[in-house]
């Protein structure tokens, strides 16, 4: 089930084999049967004739487009054709009937292996713009690979797109599960913990020390469920299940506003609401907690 997630469908061949040569991908560039997929302040143009769809654009279509900063981003090959992102200066429009359109708006009205390139896209052309200089010398670096990495022409350091592995839990002991409310939710919108993995740790470690740092509970088996790309700008949700050993709470208010059992028919009731502005509700179906929440209420 987690891997009919949003953002979680890409099935792009990567031409992994292909990047080191630099001709080839120029070549690719130029092939009049590639496809572009334009961004503009990093939202994507999305073709609105019918269902919302990725604005795919032949090379043409934008030789009079000013592209910012770096060269089309090789993202792989799909149904026959490479397929590119890249970034523009202008929102001027590069096809018709289409708009440049926020991810996090666009990407839940998307069939799965779009919503899946557009995570991949987005954070390529996240990292590119603010990864431009070597965090060893400082010198501008090049794009190399097709965008699967910068290189430092001074140094010869090599510098690869991030991505951050984040923990999400559902804590559960019996009935009972544990959720979580940041200050910048709504007052009765809640979620599942998360946080991010520290080096030197383990996915279950990260969930253990997570959980009691936020909440003050204890955890002891933790079961690794599914996970998700999440674009914003560039991380990697593992969903995981926790059982824990204690239940007295103790919020950690600098990182969460409240922290709260709920019994499992209540919760049952605010995943139902979950697409609603209203009442306690959950995550809707585009993130990964309501996956979570949904495989434990199923059992």
């Known amino acids: 089930m987690f891997e009919r997630i949003t953002f979680s469908g890409n099935t792009i061949d990567r031409l992994d084999g292909l990047r080191h040569d630099a001709a080839a991908v120029a070549s690719l560039r130029d092939d009049p049967s590639s496809r572009f997929l334009p961004f503009h302040d990093l939202k994507p143009w999305i073709t609105l004739s019918g269902s919302p769809r990725l604005g795919w654009v032949a090379g043409k279509t934008l030789d009079s487009a000013t592209v910012k900063g770096f060269e089309p981003l090789l993202l792989g090959r799909l149904d026959g054709a490479a397929r590119f992102a890249l970034a523009l200066d202008s929102d001027h429009p590069p096809g018709a009937n289409g708009k440049f359109i926020d991810v996090r708006s666009v990407a839940p009205q998307l069939a799965a292996a779009e919503s899946g390139l557009l995570a991949q896209a987005r954070s390529l052309l996240d990292w590119h713009t603010h990864h431009r200089h070597c965090a060893c010398c400082g010198t501008l670096t090049v794009v190399a690979k097709g ?10 350091a090599h510098h690869f797109p991030r991505n951050d592995p984040v923990v999400i839990m559902l804590v559960t002991r019996g009935d009972d599960c544990l959720l979580g409310r940041q200050h910048r939710f709504a007052e009765d919108f809640w979620s599942c913990l998360a946080g991010f993995i520290e080096p030197g740790e383990t996915v279950e470690a990260a969930v253990r020390r997570e959980v009691r740092e936020e909440a003050g509970v204890e955890v002891d088996a933790v079961r690794y469920l599914g996970s998700q790309p999440w ?17 007295a709470i103790t919020v950690d208010d600098r990182e969460l506003a409240d922290v709260q059992w709920f019994s499992r028919e209540r919760v049952a009731e605010m995943l139902a609401r979950c697409d609603g502005d209203h009442g306690l509700r959950l995550p809707r179906a585009y993130a990964i907690a309501h996956h979570l929440v949904r495989y434990w209420l199923e059992g």
């Open 231 to 247: 674009p914003f700008p560039a991380s990697l949700m593992l969903g995981c299940h926790g059982e824990a050993t204690s239940t």
């Open 147 to 156: 965008g699967a990495q910068r290189d430092c022409p001074t140094c010869a």
